[in-house]
């Protein structure tokens, strides 16, 4: 089962094909190590594009690739899709499930960047009524709980339900929050419009909420307040300051008040993925694993934690949970274990390059801020567009999300507005009433 | 509800999005009726590349547009999503159920385009193990179960596994079965071969079966000997005059042979939608409705069934059940409805203009016959590429599959290779043992 005669070369586990897993294997391509990565899924995801999908701009294929298509040229790398269990941190083994068997997967070096889900602060309730958006399932179902509602209110009698049905309460007003805002403005203004008859879709209401005091945390106040004002002018309703106490499939109540809507969607918190529990490491409150300086656990010097899997503190403040994090510390944990199997020093301890940060709110309107550069409006939306075209994962997607925005650009159209049954077969459920 | 004052104008309900109902709605578009076409899905999808969404080449949004984008510009057309359960004839008016109530729907004309479904010939049991190609969903399903079969074989321990695992049987050699058959043969040979450590895909063996004495039975037969010939040279296995008598989770048994075998694909047979028993009209032994000269049936000048749903028969024979016999039946009767509504004669009976038939066969060969004209190998395929393109149902559709297209063409590349669970959330199913 070896990919080749490893007992001359180290192995190097990596569980995660998220951006840290796949910078780490890339990393590594030159080091005469053995890597076996595995995921859970065969495919990589553009995660910063999610929103996309999820607003029925791009197709799912469109911002993944499959792991092992990406690290094809890696003669040494073997790609897994399978489930990780646990660790044996002491035997150094991956514990893994699968249908049929237990398997321990050893290991010489591990690298954990398993990444995050979506949590709901202690109200696991809430998930059935406001999905996340953390994979392409989940774009996939928000894709169609945004069309379904549409398709709802044109079909319903009562005019008296169009509003409630109509009405999207976002929860969380991060980048992915705000952009999905954006996204669903600009669809109910430009893409819907002339599609349907008997309801109004510009009629369209949708609250932004967060508990924070503004929008975009992680970003300047200045650019922060721009965005605001751009979402505002878009008709978005933004409350600060509120804390979401329920959410059922009739309405969110929200600092003390209840809006009507069947549409919640949750961006709000995340919660690490059970790394921490598997190393029996101290975490911080949202699971996240401790690591040292090196990105190691304390005392395990084989075990590097990465991305959104570890907590890692620069300047008395965790670094946040973004793609170029993840990447940096990668491409670092590469570097540390090829300096341990060639035998050179070790790498100084890990320092994260800040190189900014964007967000874009609607048609061309984004925010930029990096080192000193803040950008705001059209300058920012055309960096915005060529940096996330640039950095897809393989060059035909580059083609087609090219085509696809261009095309919508200046038509307007969404081309990916597909309400996809989860059942096989053609005879999928009946929705509500017909006319 | 009306989408206008319909007390002056007929009202026409047209039940199903596929070609023929579309084709009825816009040949209707200039005429004065009302239109409310209903389908149980928010899109319509171009069949003839559904096979192309199942082998990882192309995305369910490339081949699929929302029916009521497609039908924008008629204003007096009404889309809506729901499922159609009966028809009372006496009282015209259709059936339709929903999670709130059942409602009736009223109708002046009324058009039944509501297709075929797969067939097992009896063995609905064979359904869990052989999926068929009829939806996006089973595209899908069928794209996540070829996928899922190298993904598995890549991780077995046990090498006499592998290639049960890497052998499909595909039931059925009409042109999606032998368009299925080459995709994936040349999927194996050109896509995934750089992809694997442990498995070498181009071991993959596919074996084609047919009940009848030849593949594509709707095809001159000077063709279909070249399409055969093409085939064996990709290294399928091809097998007629064998019927399939047992299909499990192990090996399909046909012909009295046993093929162990973990991936099966069913093309091989339709039935009808339920149109016929809602109608409780006379039908053929497959289910689909006896229909006089002008498409309506037998006492009912108000009644049209078009395209897979009826059987039409001309010199003789039953028109084949594809895209332009229900185009044109639908056109057809969009003009019977105008000629009655602005008091015109009616026009003659309907009559099928055969444009020809096209299959695609792997990469740079395709067979294509249209009157007298035999076309096989590179030029057939270009035409065959031009022609699909070209009938995509959105512009933007087009520039997308061009362009994924003639990458792909280059580099062997298939962007669509995601298998996705079909679960929500972050924790999809373990898949079999890891290495």
Chains 1, 2 share one sequence.
């Not at 070369?9 to 990565?37: E, K, M, T």
């Not at 249908?99 to 998930?127: C, I, K, M, N």
Request: aromatic share 6%; with cysteine; charged share 20%.
């Amino acid at each position: 089962m070896q990919p080749g005669p490893t007992h001359l070369r180290p192995r190097v586990v990596i569980v995660g094909g998220g951006f840290g897993g796949i910078a780490a294997a890339r990393g590594l391509r030159d080091v005469p190590v053995d890597i076996l990565l595995i995921d859970r899924q065969n495919h990589h995801v553009f995660q910063p594009l999610l929103y996309q999908v999820a607003t029925a701009m791009l197709a799912s294929a469109d911002i993944a690739a499959p792991i092992r298509s990406i690290l094809r040229k890696q003669t040494r790398t073997v790609v897994a899709m399978g489930e990780v269990t646990g660790i044996d941190v002491e035997k150094r083994r991956v514990l893994t499930s699968s249908s049929r068997s237990e398997l321990a997967v050893p290991y010489d070096y591990l690298v954990l960047a398993t990444g995050v889900e979506q949590s709901y602060f202690g109200h696991d309730e809430f998930a059935a009524f406001a999905p996340g958006l953390k994979s392409l399932v989940d774009a996939q179902a928000v894709r169609a709980k945004i069309l379904r509602a549409y398709e709802r209110a044109e079909i319903e009698e009562d005019p008296s339900q169009h509003q409630d049905l109509l009405t999207f309460v976002l929860v969380g007003a991060g980048p992915t929050g705000v952009e999905l805002a954006g996204a669903i403005a600009e669809m109910a203004s430009i893409t819907v419009r002339s599609d349907f008859r008997r309801i109004d879709p510009r009629k369209t209401r949708i609250v932004l909420l967060d508990s924070g005091p503004r929008i975009l945390a992680g970003f300047d106040e200045s650019l922060a307040q721009k965005a605001h004002a751009r979402l505002t002018r878009l008709g978005v309703e933004i409350r600060t300051k509120t804390l979401v106490e329920d959410v059922d499939e009739k309405a969110v109540v929200a600092g003390g008040q209840s809006i009507l809507c069947q549409n919640v969607l949750w961006t709000a918190g995340v919660k690490a993925s059970p790394a921490g529990s598997w190393l029996r490491a101290d975490t911080d409150r949202v699971g996240r694993v401790q690591v040292g300086p090196d990105l190691t656990l304390p005392g395990r010097p084989e075990v590097f934690v990465i991305g959104d899997t570890a907590v890692f503190e620069e300047k008395g403040k965790p670094l946040p949970g973004v793609a170029q994090v993840a990447i940096q510390q990668g491409r670092y944990v590469a570097r540390a274990i090829a300096a341990q199997v060639v035998g050179r020093t070790l790498p100084h301890a890990f320092h994260y390059s800040d190189r900014g940060n964007m967000a874009v709110i609607g048609k061309n309107f984004a925010i930029l801020e990096s080192h000193r550069l803040k950008l705001s409006g059209l300058p920012a939306f055309a960096a915005w567009a060529t940096i996330h075209v640039g950095f897809l994962p393989e060059h035909q997607s580059r083609g087609r999300v090219l085509v696809t925005w261009a095309s919508a650009y200046f038509s307007g159209a969404r081309a990916a507005r597909l309400i996809l049954n989860g059942r096989s077969g053609p005879r999928p459920q009946a929705t509500t009433n017909l006319p």
